[in-house]
């Protein structure tokens, strides 16, 4: 049996084998299986690999190209079981990473940041414009004093950095 791998983007590419890795505190499991026949339960099932498809039977999420007969945590027939999660499919434009965290703050409800979820465009101007720009002014001060020689040292018991000028 082959050795799990650290992370989803390893696992991804060795889609010729089955590879189950359990992430941290056992919560998290991936799968990546063989091509094969395609169970069909009233799910569509798409020809074009549209991407990865996530489900949860029992104990963990499972992330696969197809949906296997059995579940691979606790080898349950999956044509007979109830799902905790319905199997659904990552889409680039319709369902992604960025839906995912606007759904997530919509759904926390924690006033502004909540409220600027709603929409894509208020969230980049509210949230992500305002940080960014903050965080260039940062890197290019930085960048400029290291250009001039200063050294720059966090110190450990309070939460500044200090800048320690070269000796001329």
């Not at 489900?55 to 080898?75: D, N, R, T, W």
Request: charged share 20%.
């Amino acid at each position: 049996m082959q050795q799990p791998v650290n992370n989803i983007h390893h696992t991804i590419e060795r889609v010729y084998r089955h590879v189950v890795e359990v992430g941290r505190r056992d919560t998290w499991r991936y799968l990546v299986s063989n091509p094969g026949p395609r169970l069909v339960t009233g799910i569509p099932v798409m020809d074009t690999d549209p991407g990865i498809l996530c489900f949860q039977h029992c104990s963990a999420k499972v992330f696969c190209f197809e949906l296997p007969a059995k579940c691979p945590i606790c080898g349950s027939h999956l044509t007979t079981a109830q799902f905790r999660l319905l199997p659904f499919r990552y889409n680039e434009e319709t369902f992604n990473c960025y839906t995912f965290v606007l759904t997530f703050l919509r759904n926390l409800c924690y006033g502004n940041l909540s409220k600027a979820a709603t929409s894509r465009t208020v969230f980049c101007e509210n949230f992500i414009v305002p940080r960014t720009t903050a965080a260039g002014k940062y890197i290019s001060l930085y960048r400029k004093l290291s250009d001039m020689g200063c050294y720059i040292q966090r110190h450990p018991a309070v939460e500044v950095a200090t800048v320690t000028l070269p000796n001329r």
